[in-house]
């Protein structure tokens, strides 16, 4: 089954003001016991984001592929769309 999703692309520069050589806690989900999506150091990131059904509810799907630049995600992208599409749960597009 196909989803249809958006991307979002997020990125950190190394100079970034408040930028330091710590871990950037970028998301986080309630509930999680503290546990968070996390970089540490220049990053691009792109989220694909897809609304699913199961257990009767409607859920926020999301896929992220991660890389140190843009080049990163054109190299990786082709390989990790291939991984994404042989992906399957019991979900439906809601």
Do not use: C
Not at 13 to 40: C, H, K, M, R, T
């Amino acid at each position: 089954m196909h989803l249809p999703a958006i991307y979002v692309d997020i990125a950190a520069a190394p100079d970034a003001v408040g930028y330091d050589e710590g871990a950037i806690a970028l998301l986080s989900w309630p509930n999680a016991q503290g546990n968070s999506y996390s970089f540490g150091g220049p990053f691009v990131l792109r989220l694909y984001l897809s609304d699913v059904t199961y257990g009767g509810r409607t859920h926020l799907l999301a896929v992220a592929i991660e890389g140190q630049d843009s080049a990163d995600l054109k190299a990786f992208g082709p390989e990790a769309r291939q991984v994404i599409a042989t992906a399957q749960a019991p979900i439906e597009a809601a």
